[in-house]
């Protein structure tokens, strides 16, 4: 972590943000499902979603509020991702974002709506339309713990990161909350049509224009949650929305020494969320990182990266804590990256388990030994260029096929 | 099925050829585990390899041999993969089937290898040896069943199918054996480089030059071995070898009713026997066929049917008999494929799951029941245009991870 900036627990929204959270009836189960976040001031804006051709209401329609730049709330529900719904699904979304904004008091067209759950299933509305009355009554700077629970579907606990830095002398913040966890394969555009159900807010109190937002939102992506997968299977909902309001008073231009920390301090929590959604994956026991060096392309790197984090054989070999890194030299065989099976080296955790395209002598045990880490740390030597990329994934166990069957 | 071809139960070989099966100790548990197929005439040949970047040595070495388009023998052991083994697993491939050739009197340059099973480690040498004199001894005609054991590795049953058909007033057969039954997505050219665990063994006693036989077989392979998936991996060792010894006297020559005839039965067995390994996946308990229809390219048909026949979700909801057809949506949305949500329409067995993109209002109770067969036939209609396409995939299992956690 970078010295310029430091966490905050338990993490606090940026001035001049509110948010609330509450359970309106959406799950069976009486936990919060309903969110609001707020900010007092208008906000510069930008918003990234799935490349998916299948994508929910919501996600249409938030796209389109954020194309102008600017938003001052966020109005999200989970057990219902409103996907699949056709034209009534579109009214939903527009009426959820209209209803936020009539109750505290804002244009509907600075609204962005989200939403996670099954998909092909209408909103209950009625039970919305109450939900959203009660979270504009409720809605204060302290109602961060309610709304980050309230996004939750399948994760176990809720997922926050508040941090602080300074700049220009002035204290600034960010914060952000994040859900998984299923459907997890991120490919988003900040420019592209939305598809997942992994959803993300964030908020700082620095002041940037939408466009100095949007390219740092994008850079972040790309070492983030474009970087995680829990299933490989990209969702229809998947959403990330940053408001910037500038309450701090301080204000970012491009290509100046505190644009960098802006970017520093962004790729750390959004690096953080991903972090988290990926060890909270759904019936996930560890989090591994995939690590492709010395590949001819940065896309090599990546492809590579992918399918070894996206080979359910070799997760359910590191779920068992079972050595057989074959899996993983099969996984590049087919990745379609440029590879030579000759001169690949593969270490975990810094032993070295694969050299030149063999399986070491290293016995066995240590190696087993090392599986039993709950953070497993991969590192491909393609021995070809100079190319780098990595990816983040979680093993899959019995419980994951148990979570999705129904 | 064809009312020219008909069906032998139990599957006996063609004539002039012989095999053998035997357990030569590399299978912890004593099952067979080495296998040797032969013909007492030289056979035409073809063979087709995964692509794959990382491929065993039998794979090289059986490209090699097949390049020529003739073969006589081929020498199979399950329990060891001989990948990702270097120089010395190729030496152990050369090996083998120089043992196979002394044994039964024949040059070796004419005896095609194949392994299964664990990557990265040396093959037995010693045991394999003794094992190969043993096979060369007792191959008989009626030696198939002992063969078709062999070769499994966690498949559940052996695989094999026989037809006899009358080709110019004369009878003629086909015969074929298969292993599964993980690491299964095929991806095979006839002229490409090999890598998977799916293993099958052809033979006909029709005669036919090497080209036909090729060019028969790459036509087959994309309507069998190269449209199933259990897992979505890719193997290191995937082969498919055909020998035609022309034992039965019929030549069969390019652009003739008795050419299609071939093809026919052909496409039959090799169609057969993909369908047994998906229905035997590991831990699978349901074969489902994934039609896409209506694409406006035949490669977007390829590529949507994949997408949804890998969707780790989709086959989780499907193990669990749940209606859970928004996964199958979002599959599509993420495939890549050209589509249009507001014109896909989906059936499951003849009910209407989805209608313009939306659920249709068929109780889930009905569907729920449609879910409960061992077979289900699922329809996709993208509505774009004319072009067809199909894969063929399983149910996943909390069986299957715990089969491959180790």
Redesign the interface.
């Known amino acids: 972590m970078n010295e310029m900036i430091r966490r905050i627990d338990p993490p606090e929204m940026p001035v001049g943000f509110r948010s609330a959270g509450v359970a309106c009836g959406i799950k069976a189960n009486g936990e919060n499902d309903l969110a609001l976040m707020y900010s007092e001031l208008e906000a510069s804006a930008a918003g990234a979603f ?6 929910a209401a919501p996600v249409r329609l938030s796209k389109k509020i954020l194309a102008g730049g600017r938003c001052r709330a966020i109005i999200v529900n989970s057990g219902c ?1 409103n ?4 034209s009534e699904g579109e009214a939903d979304a527009v009426e959820m974002a209209r209803l936020a904004a009539e109750s505290i008091g804002i244009e509907s067209g600075l609204v962005s709506v989200s939403s996670t759950g ?4 209408r909103l209950p509305m009625e039970k919305i339309e109450k939900g959203i009355r009660f979270l504009a009554e409720s809605i204060r700077a302290g109602g961060n713990k309610n709304a980050a629970r309230a996004i939750m579907t399948t994760d176990t606990h809720p997922k926050e990161v508040g941090i602080e830095l300074e700049v220009m002398g002035k204290k600034a913040r960010f914060w952000g909350i994040a859900k998984g966890a ?2 997890i ?1 991120p ?1 988003m555009r900040v420019d592209g049509v939305p ?1 997942a159900t992994m959803l993300v807010f964030l908020a700082t109190d620095l002041e940037v224009k939408p466009d100095f937002l949007k390219s740092a939102l994008d850079l972040a992506l790309d070492q983030s949650f474009n970087r995680i997968t829990v ?6 909902n998947d959403t990330v929305i940053m408001l910037a309001n500038g309450a701090s008073g301080v204000r970012i231009n491009f290509a100046t020494p505190e644009a960098e920390l802006f970017q520093v301090a962004l790729d750390y929590i959004t690096r953080e969320l991903a972090l988290m959604i990926v060890a909270d994956g759904e019936g996930a026991n560890k989090l591994i990182k995939i690590e492709v060096r010395s590949a001819s392309t940065r896309n090599d790197a990546k492809t590579a990266a992918a399918a070894v984090a ?4 070799l997760k ?2 590191i ?2 804590e ?1 050595p ?4 993983l ?6 990745s379609g990256a ?2 030579e ?2 001169k690949i080296n593969v270490s975990l955790d810094g032993v070295e388990i ?1 050299r ?4 070491t002598e290293i016995p066995k045990r240590i190696i087993a030994d090392k599986m039993k880490e709950s953070r497993l740390n991969i590192i491909i030597d393609l021995g070809l260029g100079d190319e780098d990329d990595l990816y983040y994934t979680c093993d ?7 979570i ?3």
């Open positions: 799935t490349t998916s051709k299948v994508t991702a996907a699949c719904t056709g099954r998909i092909g299933y299923g459907m394969y490919q598809h299933d490989g299977d990209t969702s229809t996206n080979s359910l054989l359910c070999a779920y068992g079972t057989n890194w074959g899996r030299l099969a996984a590049l065989g087919y440029e590879i099976e000759s694969i030149n395209g063999l399986l899959i166990s019995p419980e994951y096929v148990d999705n069957k129904c």
